[in-house]
Nanobody, 121 residues
Framework: QVQLVESGGGLVQPGGSLRLSCAASGSILVIYSMGWYRQAPGKARSVVASITSGANTNYADSVKGRFTISRDNANNTVYLQMNSLNVDDTAVYYC???????????????WGQGTQVTVSS
């Protein structure tokens, strides 16, 4: 089975920084893109940032200039560097991968379990 495992979440003060990591493993043929989504209590899940295998990136307006997404294609890993965090960034952050499984299997989205990011003074 394909599995995405996130790490790096935690509690930080406003203005602080965190670096999230997500590693995909299993029977993976190719990953087309990976990204980060977040969901705060009572809110819908929304995209934070995404990156393609060619390193093309997209960011939500609310995080542009503060967050940076990067990818290590060789290790099927995506990172999210989060700077200048504020209380509105508090949410569960989910890793996403758009990939095709081995043996030319189906192309579909996979999700991690999520990691909690809490910004509080």
């Amino acid at each position: 089975q394909v599995q995405l495992v996130e790490s790096g979440g935690g509690l930080v003060q406003p203005g602080g920084s965190l670096r999230l990591s997500c590693a995909a493993s299993g029977s993976i043929l190719v990953i087309y893109s990976m990204g980060w989504y977040r969901q705060a209590p009572g809110k819908a899940r929304s995209v934070v940032a995404s990156i393609t295998s060619g390193a093309n990136t997209n960011y939500a307006d609310s995080v542009k200039g503060r967050f940076t997404i990067s990818r290590d294609n060789a290790n099927n890993t995506v990172y999210l560097q989060m700077n200048s965090l504020n209380v509105d960034d508090t949410a569960v952050y989910y890793c996403n991968a758009d990939l095709r499984t081995g043996g030319w299997g189906p192309r579909q989205d996979y999700w991690g379990q999520g990691t909690q990011v809490t910004v509080s003074s």
